[in-house]
């Protein structure tokens, strides 16, 4: 069976925030022109967005926090959510690490921000890889540079900090790799803990055939580059002390006729999508989000424990393995995963409108909705 998926770390509640409201979420990813629909959607939900992290996945850190900035932006929302970016590098892994890899055990269809740098594309509007991770590519942005700047502390000690803030409450969510979310764990023991969940999109299980057997596209779809990127990074997270990890399927796709339906209403965030978003890849981050605002949404799920592979010298590196409870390691504590089969497609498909045709400002936030 395919099983293609975002996992999804439901921590306990810890002691509640007095205060409480509305779920309080962190948004972690490799934000880009048109990778906005995940926070509209927790907006949409009524939830309290404490703020954005860039990450290092298809893009460099500095350039995806841009992203992120410049998105908020034009819904005017950078006014009341900061931008944090997030560490330029994984933990362990390179660009010459991760190219010695591939001419060990075989080339990915995407290689993220570790793709041979090409300042030739990025004149004409691609995201920066490889290279210096400081350079910034403006004729990527579509959407607009942005004007506001990014907030100054670090994404992990920021992180330590709202967790701390309002212990219990604080829902994480990353799209892209996991590099912030290990290093909060490392430097703080009550991170994990402390917060309400963690929601990852990646965590593709038994799909070397799919990948072998379609098209490039296919095998694309089918790989789990977030993870990949920084494996070491990837374990720390999933086996940390969040008491449940859960999952969605990442089966449902945009097609032409549902980008017009969006287009029906006209701003600038449906314009993003309308010319940007395309056809060809499922709605990943969408589909992570979603899967955790409403229990509802999920359809059909079960349970298996979770490892990470580690292992530079396998095939595997940076995929994950799964365990019944009477076949996993005994030295190793590793999280129970409810991993979803399905999602409620049709109602994805709804939220997404919904959430990007009227999507919410800061001055319909401050009045509490």
Known sequence: MKLTSVLFVAAA?????????????ILENDWSSAGFIPFLLALDAGWDVLGLIGDTANSWALQTSLHGLATLEIGNLSSCIPVYKGADFPLLNTPELFAMWEQIHGD?????????E??????LGSDPTSGNPQRISPAAFVEGFPNA?????????????QVHLYPGEVMIYSGGTL?????????????????????IMGGYIDVNLYQASGSVNQADINSDINLMLDPEATKIALTASFP???????????????????YQVKNKYTTLMYNNYGTIFPFWDETAMFAVLDPSNVINSTQFYLDVDTAWSSPSYGTVHVYQQA??????????????YEVDAKKLKSSIKRAVQYPTSCEKMQRGW
């Open 108 to 116: 990915l269809p995407w290689q993220g921000v570790f793709a041979p």
């Open 244 to 262: 449940n990890i859960s999952n969605a399927a990442n089966q449902v796709f945009p097609d032409q006729e549902y980008l017009d339906t969006v």
């Open 327 to 340: 076949l996993m390691p005994r030295q190793q504590t590793l999280q129970l995963v409810n991993y979803v």
């Open 149 to 161: 700047t990014l907030a100054g502390k670090h994404a992990a000690a920021w992180m330590i900090e």
């Open 179 to 199: 590099t912030n979310i290990a290093l909060a764990v490392r430097m703080d023991p009550e991170f994990a803990s402390l917060a309400k969940g963690l929601v």
């Open 118 to 123: 090409n300042l030739t594309a990025e004149a």
């Open 13 to 25: 509640s810890a002691a509640a925030h007095p205060n409480a409201t509305r779920t309080k979420v």
